[in-house]
């Protein structure tokens, strides 16, 4: 008889992280449930973009990651990809929404809450090794021509930093703005991103060391940026289990997150 009691025990024990699973989530606050949010991006690389037919991108591996120690899956057909003034609009004016990858300034810090910083966005110039152009501040890019491809309003950007719009000049893809750097000598230096400088030579085949050490025009930590109305406990589950995310290590002294980061070179 006496095993009776401890098998009981046992059983009672087992249930009881369901029960408190179901307890929990029977007492979400208002827009604190994570399943019943739309979360918005854009195309985004190497933060988030579509690779066949699929959402992928490092701020969508740490998200799915979150999910997951959450014990939660997140249905990526919730996920809007937009342009970034609509998931903008839509973020601030509408609650159980958030939008990702946004950075967090002293304009904006109030407008919305926050977890992060997810990651690092690195604007850089890039020069032929073999150029030996020096460039000490951004506006010495005066000096030289520019390029870009005027997505995510690089034109803009440059111009914010104090770059002459005569100074840049525009390409259709990354193919022909490479070439305008390597090999037609259109431009001196290229404005990309570090993480997309180092996914573009790799898919176009160009060796790194070519290069020279890029020049960093601006930088800025990018976060999951949540409308106003949403739970702070919501927010704190989220904060907390990036911050697990980013220490737990793995046997061989890396975390999921370092990983997911070495993937998208960030």
Known sequence: MGRYPSILKILILAALPVIFTQCAKDKLPVNGD?????????????????????????????????????????DHTVVAVSDWGTSYDKVLNTQETMMFSFPKTTANDSLFKWVGPIATDTEIAVSLLKSSL?????????????????????????????????????????????????????????????????????????????FAQPFTVHYEDLYYAFNKATADALITRFTEQLTLLKSSKQAD?????????SRYHL
């Open 34 to 74: 994570p399943l019943k949010f739309t979360y918005m991006t854009e195309e985004y690389p190497t933060f988030s973009y579509s690779e066949n037919g699929h959402l992928t991108g490092a701020s969508v591996e740490i998200l799915d990651s979150l999910f997951a120690r959450l014990s939660l899956k997140i």
């Open 134 to 210: 020096v460039v000490t501040e951004v506006t010495d890019l005066n000096n030289y021509f520019t390029g870009v491809v005027d997505v995510y309003d690089n034109v803009q950007k440059l111009l914010n930093h104090g770059i002459l719009r005569a100074n840049i000049l525009i390409y259709d893809n990354m193919t022909d703005l490479y070439k305008a750097l390597t090999d037609n000598r259109e431009v001196q230096f290229i404005y990309i991103t570090k993480a997309e400088h180092q996914r573009m030579i790799q898919s176009l085949g160009y060796q790194e060391s070519i």
């Open 253 to 261: 002294g890396s975390s999921v997150y370092d990983k997911i980061l």
